[in-house]
């Protein structure tokens, strides 16, 4: 299995037999209005390009996940490809009706803990609270992923989420081989942050049973956590060696 992260929250699980896309974000440099104007710089979004090997990897696509409608998970760029490639998409049953609106291919939709049989193996879909206190409920709903494929290690995508209970559920009960793990500790302008603050990363990557792999950073300017400080923070307590921290464009092998 390989995993290709290409920017922020997209990503491709490449298997022998499948090719999926996680929350296209595909657009050029600065398409997005910021999401920050007076807590940090009031840079257009995304930050940085796609990079350069993203167009050969994206032309093996099979399969789109997506955890919800925010557009640094799918934008304007993102919705064209799936649409002109009639990309097969999985998504929470919440958001069916506005993907099929946008023109999208869904053929398949996840209700929170009822596994369904997805590709060769099973799906499970999560869920995951966007923020803490008051802010998580006008993030709206979003959805994290549990993926066991045929002679594939198991995946946990646990989307833009704080530390809960179902998180902890996930990586104690499910045990997965990989957990994804947005960690960009982004915040707007108002309100406590949208995803997990360094010390529930820090609890997160304790707890997984398995490999840890980072991404959500450097991509858009309310996500204030850079690689090299989550790096510290790792070495500081002994978690390095169990976390991955990709750079855009890069590839890992498990």
């Known amino acids: 299995m390989k995993l290709h992260h290409l920017r922020n929250a997209t990503l491709v699980i490449e298997t022998e037999k499948h090719v999926i896309l996680v929350d296209p974000m595909l657009g050029k440099r600065k398409t997005i209005p910021p999401f920050t104007i007076f807590r940090y710089k009031p840079k257009r979004n995304p930050l940085v390009a796609l990079p350069k090997n993203s167009r050969e990897i994206l032309s093996r696509v099979t399969h789109c996940l997506i955890t919800h409608l925010h557009p640094d998970h799918i934008d304007k760029a993102g919705e064209v490809f799936l649409r002109r490639k009639s990309v097969?998409?999985?998504?929470?049953?919440?958001?069916?009706?506005?993907?099929?609106?946008?023109?999208?291919?869904?053929?398949?939709?996840?209700?929170?803990?009822?596994?369904?049989?997805?590709?060769?193996?099973?799906?499970?879909?999560?869920?995951?609270?966007?923020?803490?206190?008051?802010?998580?409920?006008?993030?709206?709903?979003?959805?994290?992923?549990?993926?066991?494929?045929?002679?594939?290690?198991?995946?946990?995508?646990?989307?833009?989420?704080?530390?809960?209970?179902?998180?902890?559920?996930?990586?104690?009960?499910?045990?997965?081989?990989?957990?994804?793990?947005?960690?960009?500790?982004?915040?707007?302008?108002?309100?406590q942050p949208l995803l997990m603050r360094m010390d529930d990363i820090l609890k997160f990557t304790t707890l997984a049973p398995g490999k840890v792999f980072a991404n959500h950073l450097e991509a858009l300017n309310h996500c204030p956590t850079t690689r090299l400080q989550l790096k510290n923070e790792l070495s500081d307590h002994g978690l390095l060696s169990k976390t991955v921290v990709p750079n855009d464009g890069e590839c890992i092998e498990y």
């Open 88 to 191: 097969p998409v999985i998504c929470s049953a919440k958001d069916e009706k506005a993907l099929l609106q946008r023109g999208l291919s869904v053929i398949q939709t996840l209700e929170y803990w009822e596994p369904q049989k997805f590709l060769d193996g099973k799906i499970t879909g999560i869920p995951a609270i966007h923020g803490y206190g008051f802010i998580a409920k006008l993030m709206g709903n979003v959805m994290g992923f549990h993926i066991e494929l045929e002679d594939q290690k198991s995946i946990y995508i646990s989307s833009d989420t704080v530390f809960t209970e179902h998180v902890e559920k996930v990586l104690t009960q499910f045990k997965p081989d990989i957990s994804i793990v947005a960690c960009g500790t982004a915040r707007l302008d108002f309100g």
